[in-house]
């Protein structure tokens, strides 16, 4: 019995603060991995705009008019967008999923870390909002809900997403373990400053972070891990030179993400993936059934008599409104002009491809 699938990480450079030109090229990049026979193409973290590196290089009271473009150049969920990404994927019937900075319609200025997983027939899988921003990410996103944290069943398997720190969230990803999850995305920035490298500190080693969290979730969770990092290149350095050398050069110096896949025995399957590119692996997916005997820390291998994990995953609202009775024979005032779905809270599975 096996389950054989080319899936594909798109190791890609967005076009920073440019929506429109980034959702071009993930269109394209989604209709080149479909031709090469892949049944899964997963995008990385916030790669549409881009990822907003300048809340780590400099100090955010310089940063008012990056924040203004980079809101401006984020999606709501039932925006052109998504739609037009939800139209490539029904058109050549592969699943997509993508990192997208997310417009919160109850909010002007609010947004999040969000990732969404859209079907081979066009329809929204799950909508996942990055539980807790991670470090500097707090002076661009809000903090998200456990309302994607959930494994979607597909005919290439059964899949779950969590984004770049949130692998590192051992109750985040024994969520997704515990709903038998076959295979595993994490989408990671293209990199991630922690210390100016001259100051003799120990700056972030993105990489070296990957290659650890990967690969304790796919021995623990016994499941393949499909890793995507974007690319920061010389077009991302020119979009960025008003940050001035200092943080030119801490952003030269810091470690770059990679995308790869590592197997259910935490082996890397193939190639690292460091240059901008599409990368493809062919998997057997029920290869994960062996090791299981070993570790099933969803099933035997655990004491659920002993512990006991709770996950809420209602929406957060800003606001619940209990309308007043409307007086007899009035019919009410004409609602706002929506720019967003009515409510932050709708079922994502129920959205219907167009």
Same mark, same amino acid.
């Given at each position: 019995?096996?389950?054989?699938?080319?899936?594909?990480g798109?190791?890609?450079?967005?076009?920073?603060?440019?929506?429109?030109?980034?959702?071009?090229?993930?269109?394209?990049?989604?209709?080149?991995a479909?031709?090469?026979?892949?049944?899964?193409?997963?995008?990385p973290?916030?790669?549409?705009?881009?990822?907003?590196?300048?809340?780590?290089?400099?100090?955010?009271?310089?940063?008012?008019?990056?924040?203004a473009?980079f809101?401006q150049?984020?999606?709501?969920?039932?925006?052109?967008e %998504?739609?037009?990404?939800?139209r490539?994927?029904?058109?050549?019937?592969?699943?997509?999923?993508?990192?997208?900075?997310?417009?919160?319609?109850?909010?002007?200025?609010?947004?999040?870390?969000?990732?969404v997983?859209?079907?081979?027939?066009?329809?929204?899988?799950s $909508? $996942?909002?990055?539980?807790?921003?991670?470090f500097?990410?707090?002076?661009?996103?809000?903090?998200?809900?456990?309302?994607?944290?959930?494994?979607?069943?597909?005919?290439?398997?059964?899949?779950?997403?969590?984004?770049?720190?949130?692998n590192t969230?051992?109750?985040?990803?024994?969520?997704l373990?515990?709903?038998?999850?076959?295979?595993?995305i994490?989408?990671?920035p293209?990199?991630?400053?922690?210390?100016?490298?001259a100051?003799?500190?120990?700056?972030?080693?993105?990489?070296?972070?990957?290659?650890?969290?990967?690969?304790?979730?796919?021995?623990?969770?016994?499941?393949?891990?499909?890793?995507?990092?974007?690319?920061?290149?010389?077009?991302?350095?020119?979009?960025?030179?008003?940050?001035?050398?200092s943080a030119?050069?801490?952003?030269?110096?810091?470690?770059?993400?990679?995308?790869?896949? %590592?197997?259910?025995f935490?082996?890397?399957?193939?190639?690292?993936?460091?240059?901008?590119?599409?990368?493809?692996?062919?998997?057997?997916?029920?290869?994960v059934?062996?090791?299981?005997q070993? $570790?099933?820390?969803?099933?035997?291998?655990n004491?659920?008599? %002993?512990?006991?994990?709770?996950?809420?995953?209602?929406?957060?609202?800003?606001?619940?409104?209990?309308?007043?009775?409307?007086?007899?024979?009035?019919?009410?005032?004409?609602?706002?002009p929506?720019?967003?779905?009515?409510d932050?809270?709708w079922?994502?599975?129920?959205?219907?491809?167009?």
């Amino acid at each position: 019995m096996s389950n054989i699938v080319t899936i594909a990480g798109a190791h890609l450079e967005p076009v920073l603060l440019d929506k429109t030109a980034t959702l071009k090229k993930a269109v394209a990049a989604i209709a080149e991995a479909a031709d090469r026979g892949a049944r899964l193409v997963a995008f990385p973290e916030s790669f549409i705009p881009g990822f907003p590196i300048w809340a780590a290089v400099r100090a955010p009271v310089y940063n008012h008019e990056l924040f203004a473009r980079f809101v401006q150049n984020s999606l709501y969920l039932d925006g052109p967008e %998504i739609e037009e990404l939800r139209r490539a994927a029904r058109r050549d019937e592969i699943v997509v999923s993508m990192g997208f900075s997310e417009r919160n319609p109850a909010s002007l200025g609010s947004i999040w870390n969000s990732n969404v997983l859209i079907g081979a027939d066009g329809n929204v899988l799950s $909508h $996942h909002r990055k539980i807790v921003p991670t470090f500097y990410e707090k002076l661009i996103w809000t903090p998200g809900d456990g309302h994607g944290l959930r494994v979607v069943a597909t005919p290439i398997g059964r899949l779950g997403v969590l984004i770049c720190g949130e692998n590192t969230n051992p109750l985040a990803r024994y969520t997704l373990m515990a709903e038998a999850e076959q295979l595993h995305i994490s989408t990671y920035p293209p990199l991630w400053p922690t210390r100016d490298p001259a100051s003799g500190g120990r700056n972030y080693d993105l990489e070296n972070a990957i290659r650890i969290r990967a690969g304790a979730h796919s021995f623990e969770g016994k499941v393949f891990n499909l890793v995507v990092s974007a690319v920061f290149a010389e077009d991302s350095a020119k979009a960025l030179q008003s940050l001035g050398e200092s943080a030119e050069r801490i952003v030269a110096e810091t470690a770059r993400g990679i995308s790869l896949v %590592i197997d259910p025995f935490g082996d890397v399957v193939g190639d690292v993936q460091r240059t901008e590119g599409i990368l493809y692996r062919t998997v057997d997916t029920d290869d994960v059934l062996e090791p299981k005997q070993f $570790h099933d820390i969803s099933g035997s291998y655990n004491r659920f008599d %002993i512990f006991d994990l709770h996950v809420d995953r209602r929406r957060v609202q800003p606001i619940t409104i209990t309308p007043d009775p409307a007086p007899a024979g009035f019919a009410g005032s004409a609602p706002y002009p929506s720019t967003g779905p009515a409510d932050p809270g709708w079922p994502e599975t129920s959205i219907q491809a167009t």
